[in-house]
T-cell receptor
Framework: AQKITQTQPGMFVQEKEAVTLDCTYD???????LFWYKQPSSGEMIFLIY??????QNATEGRYSLNFQKARKSANLVISASQLGDSAMYFC?????????????FGSGTKLNVKP | SAVISQKPSRDICQRGTSLTIQCQVD?????MFWYRQQPGQSLTLIAT?????????ESGFVIDKFPISRPNLTFSTLTVSNMSPEDSSIYLC??????????FGPGTRLTVT
């Protein structure tokens, strides 16, 4: 079974609107971390936001927030007030266990296009 | 945030040759990771590099093809050996620090002709 599933290969959003990028995960480990990365066309991976499995509150970082629904095993990224510079690939990832030595599992990504 | 640099940023190589990619981090880390991203695909972990021991390779990746060195706590290299066009990818190194941050280098864009 896939560890991380992103079901939206591509998304369009109007500038200044909010957009939600979906991510579901599969793990039996009670301790895990969920990450979102942005990859512009330059290829670098930019860390956006982190959510721990034991965190009580949804993570937020500026215009990014993570809608964490543990029972549904979903960790959707919400980008508010979209900007043209948000156009990029977005990857959801999971790391099982408490160790930051453990490997990541990546989803297939969602390509976001922000329209002016 | 941590800084990870990679060299070269891109290269075009002939089939059958080898390329060594360098990854430098600006603070000491225990584990470093090497990923491959084939065109239009997600990231796939090649191996995990721990300082002072041999790298641990994921299924489908072997040391003869992707030898890795980890001579100290801030540096690692990945060599792509006997290259073929199928090796054309972005290669990224990554490292984790105390806490929950995991950062990536800017990537090396490799084209094999």
């Amino acid at each position: 079974a896939q560890k991380i599933t992103q079901t939206q290969p591509g998304m369009f959003v109007q500038e200044k609107e909010a957009v939600t990028l979906d991510c579901t995960y599969d793990t039996s480990d009670p301790s895990y971390g969920l990450f979102w990365y942005k990859q512009p066309s330059s290829g670098e991976m930019i860390f956006l936001i982190y959510q721990g499995s034991y965190d009580q509150q949804n993570a937020t970082e500026g215009r990014y927030s993570l809608n964490f629904q543990k029972a549904r095993k979903s960790a959707n990224l919400v980008i508010s007030a979209s900007q043209l510079g948000d156009s990029a690939m977005y990857f959801c990832a999971m790391r099982e266990g408490r160790d930051n030595f453990n490997k990541f599992y990546f989803g297939s990504g969602t390509k976001l296009n922000v329209k002016p | 945030s941590a800084v990870i640099s990679q060299k070269p940023s891109r290269d075009i190589c002939q089939r059958g040759t080898s390329l060594t990619i360098q990854c430098q981090v600006d603070s000491q880390v225990t584990m470093m990771f090497w990923y491959r991203q084939q065109p239009g695909q997600s990231l796939t972990l090649i191996a995990t590099a721990n300082q002072g021991s041999e790298a641990t390779y994921e299924s489908g990746f072997v040391i003869d093809k992707f030898p890795i060195s980890r001579p100290n706590l801030t540096f690692s290299t990945l060599t792509v050996s006997n290259m073929s066009p199928e090796d054309s990818s972005i290669y990224l190194c990554s490292a984790g620090w105390v806490g929950n941050e995991q950062y990536f280098g800017p990537g090396t864009r490799l084209t094999v002709t």
